[in-house]
């Protein structure tokens, strides 16, 4: 069974499920006021490579994932651009799903609106100030932390420390609030802003209680993992614990977060240090494929640096991957290898190691090139685990925009004619490829062309 690192416990435990054989998920969307960028990116792959492999163990996933469609970052870019803000949050949801298709992310089994759950979240708000948990101030209404015993599990700090790494988001209110740590459920809303009716005057819902009523809704309590990255556990998750636990309702019984894609100084992509590749720009200078294979190769709770350098070693990666499907086209079929599968079903239990899972991928590989070069009867189930393995990640072989089919043909035809000992043909058929502009590099692992 699938072991995850649980960021309330602090330990890599069993991911235990509330129902057997099916998987309840949350993550955390996108606010959608602006393109999606590299950062952006990781959220999606990493859940996306762990539901595809929930999903290749036989369980039945329901992952949730909202869109943030009210916000003041979306109301301030609407007055800067004298646009409509809801001109700019459809649009923004269109680029969005564009660039996450463009990396091959599955669309979540379900994806609510903020909009839609306005009526629901007064509700619950409603139900926070009658139970003493919630009080009104003059620009809106606040959660008393002091009404949860455990505030501050996610964590893990003491007050102050929390306060201090709790993000971009302005705290509003500040000087009336009850405790520092008080946050907003409700804000009233300025002359000219989007509001919304309630008992307390117009106004819209705060970004912490958002995803709490949409989770509960569609999940329900005690639901099985709730997912995001590192910057959210405080005081985003936490807030969101904090309005379930006030209510006496079980919320996530789990909870994951992955680390960030960083810049060479070390720094969290986001757009408010500007700095920012935007990923639909990314797209289309590399091989979509190549921004997976760099998340493959580095486990999700470690920082990952997105460059010229990294990107070019995964397309480098991705074209030999490319040249033995090229060269394992005419394969038999055949039953995946057993051991290979079991030990790539070790690795992703442990914690979602994909950087061994991936290290396993190419030695599979290898020695299915050298069982092709040997004539051996392991080829055909070497070559189907590979497969495999490969298709649980997302990634399609043989499909590279880079490198032509026929070019690919041509290089697998090189470990022909060495694995045949005739290596003026391959010698030959290689001087070819490079006479038409290709690098070709021949290893243990067989030969890869590329531009």
């Not at 539901?51 to 994932?65: H, N, P």
Request: aromatic share 8%.
């Amino acid at each position: 069974m699938l072991h995850l690192y649980d960021t309330a416990t602090r330990e890599v435990r069993e991911l235990a499920l509330r129902e057997p054989g099916k998987v309840s998920i949350y993550l955390c969307g996108p606010t959608v006021y602006g393109p999606a960028h590299v950062g952006h990116g990781r959220a999606t792959l990493t859940y996306d490579l762990l539901r595809r492999y929930l999903e290749w163990t036989g369980l039945d996933v329901r992952l949730v994932s909202n869109i943030t469609d009210i916000d003041d970052n979306i109301i301030n870019r609407a007055e800067r651009e004298d646009r409509d803000w809801q001109d700019i949050a459809v649009k923004c949801e269109a680029m969005w799903f564009k660039a996450m298709g463009g990396i091959g992310v599955a669309r979540p089994t379900d994806v609510p609106h903020a909009t839609e759950y306005v009526d629901e979240m007064v509700e619950m708000i409603g139900e926070l100030v009658a139970a003493g948990a919630a009080y009104t101030t003059d620009d809106g209404v606040y959660l008393s932390v002091e009404a949860v015993p455990d505030y501050g599990l996610l964590a893990q700090q003491s007050l102050d420390e929390m306060l201090a790494g709790g993000g971009d988001r302005v705290v509003y209110g500040a000087d009336q609030k009850r405790h520092p740590a008080d946050f907003v459920l409700w804000k009233f809303s300025k002359p000219d802003e989007p509001a919304w009716p309630s008992p307390w005057g117009a106004g819209r819902p705060g970004w912490h209680s958002e995803c709490v009523v949409m989770s509960l809704d569609l999940l329900g309590e005690g639901f099985d993992l709730h997912c995001g990255g590192q910057d959210l556990r405080f005081p985003h998750h936490e807030n969101e614990r904090a309005q379930a636990v006030a209510l006496g309702k079980q919320f996530a019984n789990h909870w994951m977060h992955h680390a960030f894609i960083v810049d060479a100084e070390g720094d969290k992509m986001s757009k408010s240090l500007g700095n920012v590749n935007n990923l639909l720009d990314f797209i289309e200078v590399y091989d979509q494929r190549a921004y997976r294979m760099l998340l493959l190769q580095s486990h999700y709770r470690s920082p990952t640096t997105i460059n010229a350098d990294t990107v070019a070693a995964a397309s480098k990666a991705l074209a030999g991957l490319d040249a033995f499907e090229a060269r394992a086209a005419g394969v038999t079929a055949a039953e995946p290898d057993a051991g290979v599968l079991m030990q790539f079903r070790s690795a992703m239990d442990d914690d979602l190691d994909t950087p061994k899972a991936t290290a396993l991928l190419f030695d599979t590989v290898r020695r299915a090139n050298a069982a092709l070069d040997d004539g051996a009867g392991d080829a055909p189930a070497l070559v189907a685990a590979a497969r495999e393995i490969a298709d649980t990640f997302g990634l399609e072989l043989g499909v590279s925009g880079d490198v032509p089919a026929d070019v690919l043909a041509r290089a697998a035809e090189v470990d022909s004619a060495r694995a045949a000992k005739d290596y003026e043909a391959a010698d030959a058929i290689r001087a070819a490829l490079q006479a038409d502009g290709w690098t070709v590099e021949t290893t243990k692992d067989g030969t890869t062309v590329r531009r």
